[in-house]
């Protein structure tokens, strides 16, 4: 448990020292209690990992470095960053110490960003608000803050807008910002969540450089704990408001004491354990009947306003037998989500065979396919963007019910029950509006409503990226019940790899539109032929630092190669 700080904010070289911190949210409710008697500290050239679920507390006790903390937040305790105290700051003072103190990486950089101004304006913007700077050494600053973090050609890309950037390029962008001032501290919230596995790597080792070569202290919040044994010194574990073991990484993910870290642990997916295909020697499904069939698939999406063209899916042939699950991984911008959705009809092909379920696709016309829709459920990546905000749980998950079956009131209620029983959701839970449910709920009711028509095929796309590794544990389990029980087909798609060995029997992997590897899930994984499936698994880590560490060797080498 914690251990008392020394109170005395000069005591010692800490660059930021949190001592009794407690906060409440104030609702119409009452006082909400968040975070209950953290105490904490980082130094000079330090990595500390903070982790814990949703809700746990980990993103508003690392905010408060800042300042920032909601309207209707109120805040107890001592939060000393460079022997300031941050909860007493206010004003010009308060201003001061934000991005010349302590600056911050946000998860999510397209928001981030402003769209309207150029990334080189945003960055000088902070330098200007900070020193006293011309424009042009301003701009100077902003150019080599973004070669510092490996952006190609930023006398050029310094006037680029931030949709001109790719994600990891983005993230890049918001890193160049939070150092444009060299902060003693960065708190990076999640910074890596929504990245493909080879960018993470790059952004991980990015942060370490930044740690090793300017002596940066470094506070990240995350719950991927590969990413943890990866980067951080120490680890901070949060449950409940509560700071519940902290530990050194390596004596932590060897030695874990509490209970809750142990469970958190063990929930983490790891590659070659509990695959979905270990000790088959061949296709499990290859007899049973063909549900998806692709040759020389090509997905072309013409430039608009005289910009190039862009082909998404080049060439691709891959079969989906009934009954199986096909995992189909890649970076973003490979193709997954593109052949997910041209097998849904969402996307016309360009050239070649996409036979589904007996439809050819390449004639595809909407009324002649509208009756088989009946037989493909869709899981989307982010269940709170697909259902509708103004219907309740059990309006969404009965909305493929009232197109194409023709039920009452009650039976459809009762369906509507079932389907959630079935997803391990509360009845009651049909009553709620979906901002009401927690991300791992919504996900579930998301599951149930695309087997509501008890389809023959089933398309995940990226349906747990973004949920803590406990609930993503559960719903991964559950995922595997139903699809044992009930005998779908399903083509999963996602860029974690760990995930797709749990689920899937045959792996096929994207690169640039094109399929560059297929096979069994436990020979692709294991033992991979093509250099880019290689440098994939390279770059996932895993939850051991010292494995990790020696993983991290391997990248480096394939990248020299």
């Avoid at 904490?40 to 746990?56: C, D, M, Q, W």
């Avoid at 100077?140 to 790719?166: K, L, N, T, W």
């Avoid at 094109?514 to 033992?527: A, D, F, K, M």
Wanted: aromatic letters at 4%; hydrophobic letters at 40%.
């Amino acid at each position: 448990m914690n251990k008392k700080l020394n109170t005395d904010p000069q005591s010692n070289d800490d660059v930021l020292r949190i001592e009794d911190l407690n906060i409440d949210f104030v609702t119409d409710a009452g006082a909400v209690p968040a975070v209950r008697g953290v105490d904490l500290s980082v130094k000079p050239g330090e990595i500390l990992a903070i982790v814990g679920e949703s809700g746990s507390g980990k993103s508003v006790t690392a905010r408060t470095a800042l300042g920032i903390l909601a309207e209707n937040g109120a805040s107890h305790g001592a939060v000393y960053l460079k022997g300031k105290n941050m909860l007493t700051l206010h004003g010009s003072a308060l201003r001061a110490a934000r991005g010349r103190d302590v600056s911050m990486i946000f998860q999510e950089p397209s928001t981030a960003l402003n769209p309207v101004y150029t990334v080189g304006w945003q960055i000088m913007e902070g330098i200007r608000a900070h020193t006293k700077v011309s424009k042009k050494e301003a701009k100077a600053r902003a150019i080599e803050a973004m070669r510092q973090v490996g952006i190609p050609d930023p006398e050029q890309r310094v006037d680029y807008y931030p949709h001109q950037f790719s994600g990891g390029q983005k993230q890049r962008v918001v890193i160049a910002s939070a150092l444009a001032l060299k902060p003693a501290l960065i708190v990076a919230d999640e910074p890596t969540t929504a990245l493909d596995v080879t960018v993470q790597a790059e952004i991980l080792a990015l942060l370490r450089n930044l740690r090793d070569e300017l002596g940066t202290a470094i506070v990240i919040i995350t719950h991927n704990m590969g990413v943890v044994a990866d980067i951080a010194d120490r680890v901070i574990v949060m449950n409940h408001g509560q700071v519940v073991e902290q530990a050194p990484a390596v004596e932590l993910f060897e030695n874990p004491q509490d209970d809750y870290t142990k469970s958190l642990l063990a929930a983490v997916p790891h590659l070659g354990r509990n695959s979905s295909s270990e000790g088959l020697n061949e296709r499990p499904h290859s007899r049973a009947e063909v549900l998806v069939e692709a040759k020389g698939l090509r997905v072309h999406f013409p430039g608009r306003m005289g910009a190039p063209g862009f082909t998404a899916v080049n060439g691709v042939d891959l079969k989906i037998h009934a009954g199986e699950v096909y995992g189909l991984v890649g970076e973003s911008g490979s193709g997954k989500t593109t052949i997910g959705r041209s097998i849904a009809g969402l996307n016309k092909i360009t050239d070649g065979s996409l036979n589904v379920l007996g439809y050819e696709m390449a004639q595809y016309k909407e009324r002649s396919f509208k009756p088989l829709r009946k037989q493909i459920g869709f899981v989307f990546q982010d269940p709170a963007a697909s259902f509708n905000p103004h219907l309740t749980v059990g309006e969404c998950v009965a909305e493929p019910l009232n197109v194409h079956r023709d039920l009452n009131p009650s039976q459809t209620r009762a369906k509507v029950a079932s389907l959630l029983e079935a997803v391990q959701l509360p009845g009651a839970y049909a009553d709620r509006y979906p901002h009401e449910l927690s991300g791992g709920q919504r996900q579930r009711a998301s599951l149930g409503r695309a087997l509501a028509l008890e389809p023959k095929l089933l398309i995940a796309d990226e349906p747990t990226s973004a949920l803590d590794v406990s609930v993503q544990a559960k719903v991964l389990d559950l995922f595997r019940e139903l699809q044992t029980e009930l005998g779908f087909a399903a083509l999963f798609v996602s860029h974690d790899l760990a995930v797709v060995d749990m689920l899937a029997s045959w792996v096929g992997v994207l690169y640039r539109g094109s399929l560059i590897e297929e096979g069994l899930g436990s020979q692709v994984l294991s033992n991979p032929q093509n250099d880019y499936t290689q440098r994939l698994i390279a770059s996932l880590p895993v939850p051991d630092p010292r494995e990790q560490a020696e993983r991290r060797k391997l990248i480096e080498e394939l990248n020299r190669a």
